[in-house]
């Protein structure tokens, strides 16, 4: 029998590899090889004689499988594949093919992806909609993030609803009369969807005995990766399955907990140990990332939650300069400081792609943007979508284009297909007349024009003809105030379909308060507009060799489990980050500063932290610094000052 070369692993995690049966929870600090230990768990319980097909695997991405599939070949040999690895939902569909029947789900099922589940919920919504033509229901892809939540949060919908879209609160009914149509169409069509995997293998756990049993019994040993990041639904499915043998294995870090808007419970792993009180629990605690002056910024700042299970990461690596907090009047100072600051590390020979700009909120990142293009510094964005690429902003710069030229066609097209009760071939129509009549902006003011459309749609058409009126009236009055003009359309209307339409309207409009913001008045709203324009197009489709050579510009949360050697977090203020929103509770505070930590501990060795005194260009406000640079203190940072003049 192979055995793992146990000497690889450091005095942390060799007890934790070696961990007697029963529950264990490995707290794997940022850094601090976490898989590497699940890996050679797994290859430890193999070379103990256990059967591979004992053991489960789950991760939360195909990539993580793979990656620990491929170390546990290369420890222990192709013939100690583990069969059972893999993510939540992809075991769930092997067990659902094996023992569906025994919850009522007979015969071969489809599996729905995302496209086909918001095309089937928009035939309900649309024929719902026909039978309360009163109601603006929102559309499909809003509703199916809020059905997918609630299975996912183990509530009921209404709860789902008040909980996360209390706005939506006149559709409750209607949103529940789509979620049992949608219910029944499965059923008729013999489909499924990824949240039904999961649903289905808790119902065999939770209503068949037998199945229970045989599930408990082949897996006898269950390995967990980012245990943090669970749901409540896998956070029960693993509690049921591990009932008898108690054999669960979890690794996660609680400090990097930061996806509850997807519906992860941190209480699953802060609760660990009251569920399971024989646990026994291992801190890795040595980061091989990061320079000691960078983790003592983390432990800093994470030691001021509450909800926590304490941990401090320390490193081996000798000490280096301290993080550098650096003072910037305005957003646009902060795009010049980090311009220039990277314009050096690249003569210096840095890697391009060893150098990331995190941020709190996409928004943040536009003067950025724009100064990287003007210097001809190739960037890519990890989420592949620019910020002024985002539904609502194109939205609104489609208004603000057709301020500038009546006759662009696809943002008359853009805005015409939003209107309520405007289908495609009424805006087909509507943009037909607009782009040939010698005043588009009046005509739709003008009753012989609207009488050519259907009633219904009659409203929407004259409502956008006032607010062109209006927008004309404040620019005549106030010449370069955009941030009027964008406020003028957010309460003539699109603030309302915001609500309607999107999972998180929130957000957005702080998007398009602070992307007025960024447009400063000295300059044309058509300069400005060809200057967005003129940005390279997005890396959706770059090669590797490409990105290569390109800056990352990433939010926080897309940045998890990854790493560069230099790193910026971007507008450390108030309202920023934190963001606004995090102050109407304690624990959201507390999240926020989970997602510090996390960005602070992706940078391995320079980590400069910028803090504009005014965010916004031009009509900015002047903001506090945040509140976790006090919560650091200085001691820990070196402060600077930059002024663009002296640059």
């Given at each position: 029998?192979?055995?793992?070369?146990?000497?690889?692993?450091?005095?942390?995690?060799?007890?934790?590899?070696?961990?007697?049966d029963g529950p264990a929870l490995v707290l794997?600090?940022?850094?601090?090889?976490?898989?590497?230990?699940?890996?050679?768990?797994?290859?430890?319980?193999?070379?103990?004689?256990?059967?591979?097909?004992?053991?489960?695997?789950?991760t939360f991405t195909k990539k993580a499988s793979r990656v620990m599939q491929d170390r546990l070949t290369g420890l222990m040999g192709p013939a100690f594949l583990v069969p059972w690895a893999g993510t939540f939902h992809h075991v769930g569909y092997r067990l659902i093919r094996e023992f569906g029947h025994k919850v009522g789900v007979e015969g071969t099922r489809t599996l729905l992806?995302?496209?086909?589940?918001?095309?089937?919920?928009?035939?309900?919504?649309?024929?719902?909609?026909?039978?309360?033509?009163?109601?603006?229901?929102?559309?499909?892809?809003?509703?199916?993030?809020?059905?997918?939540?609630?299975?996912?949060?183990?509530?009921?919908?209404?709860?789902?609803?008040?909980?996360?879209?209390?706005?939506?609160?006149?559709?409750?009914?209607?949103?529940?009369?789509?979620d049992r149509r949608y219910r029944e169409e499965?059923?008729?069509?013999?489909?499924?969807?990824?949240?039904?995997?999961?649903?289905?293998?808790?119902?065999?756990?939770?209503?068949?005995?037998?199945?229970?049993?045989?599930?408990?019994?082949?897996?006898?040993h269950i390995l967990v990766d980012e245990y943090q990041d669970t749901n409540p639904l896998q956070g029960r499915i693993l509690d049921l399955l591990a009932c008898d043998h108690k054999n669960l294995f979890v690794v996660g870090d609680d400090s990097q907990s930061i996806y509850s808007f997807r519906g992860a419970a941190i209480d699953n792993i802060l609760t660990f140990s009251e569920r399971y009180p024989e646990a026994g629990v291992y801190r890795l605690e040595k980061n091989y990332r990061s320079t000691p002056n960078i983790l003592n910024v983390a432990n800093r700042i994470i030691e001021r939650n509450s909800r926590q299970i304490p941990k401090t990461l320390y490193s081996p690596r000798p000490e280096a300069d301290h993080p550098t907090l650096v003072r910037m009047y305005s957003d646009l100072d902060q795009a010049r400081f980090i311009v220039g600051k990277i314009r050096r590390a690249l003569d210096r020979g840095h890697e391009p792609s060893e150098i990331a700009v995190l941020y709190r909120a996409h928004y943040a990142s536009l003067s950025l943007q724009l100064a990287l293009s003007r210097e001809r510094i190739p960037f890519h964005l990890t989420s592949g979508l620019k910020f002024y690429e985002q539904a609502h902003i194109k939205d609104i710069l489609s208004w603000l284009r057709l301020l500038e030229n009546a006759r662009d066609a696809m943002a008359w097209k853009r805005i015409l297909q939003r209107l309520p009760r405007v289908g495609k071939k009424t805006a087909e129509k509507a943009l037909d007349h607009l782009v040939r009549t010698e005043n588009p902006k009046a005509a739709l003011s003008d009753p012989a024009f609207l009488k050519a459309f259907p009633a219904g749609a009659r409203p929407g058409l004259s409502r956008m003809g006032e607010t062109f009126k209006l927008l004309g009236e404040r620019r005549e009055a106030s010449p370069g105030n955009v941030v009027l003009l964008v406020q003028t359309l957010l309460d003539t209307g699109y603030h309302d379909y915001l609500y309607e339409t999107f999972e998180d309207p929130e957000s957005r409009e702080e998007d398009i308060v602070s992307f007025a913001n960024q447009i400063p008045p000295e300059t044309a709203l058509g300069d400005f507009l060809a200057e967005l324009a003129l940005l390279e197009a997005g890396g959706d489709d770059l090669s590797a060799d490409e990105i290569k050579n390109r800056i990352v510009l990433s939010t926080i949360h897309q940045a998890k489990g990854l790493e560069w050697d230099m790193v910026f977090l971007l507008s450390l203020a108030e309202g920023v980050f934190p963001s606004s929103r995090s102050s109407e509770s304690p624990e959201d505070l507390e999240e926020e500063r989970r997602l510090f930590y996390v960005a602070v501990t992706r940078a391995r060795h320079d980590l400069l932290l910028c803090v504009p005194q005014v965010i916004g260009r031009g009509y900015g406000s002047p903001a506090a610094p945040s509140r976790f640079l006090e919560e650091i203190g200085d001691e820990h940072l070196t402060v600077n000052t930059y002024n663009s003049w002296e640059d």
């Open positions: 029998m192979s055995h793992p070369p146990l000497p690889d692993l450091n005095e942390e995690q060799k007890p934790a590899v070696l961990a007697p794997a600090g940022a850094g601090s090889g976490k898989t590497r230990v699940l890996t050679y768990r797994a290859a430890h319980l193999l070379s103990r004689g256990v059967p591979a097909p004992r053991i489960l695997l789950l992806d995302r496209e086909d589940q918001r095309d089937l919920i928009k035939e309900i919504r649309d024929s719902l909609a026909d039978e309360m033509p009163e109601e603006e229901l929102p559309p499909a892809a809003a509703i199916l993030g809020y059905l997918s939540l609630a299975s996912n949060l183990l509530i009921p919908l209404r709860e789902l609803l008040r909980r996360r879209a209390p706005w939506l609160s006149h559709l409750e009914k209607a949103v529940e009369a789509i499965k059923a008729a069509q013999k489909v499924l969807d990824f949240d039904d995997l999961l649903l289905l293998w808790l119902r065999l756990l939770e209503e068949s005995p037998e199945t229970a049993s045989i599930l408990r019994e082949r897996f006898r």
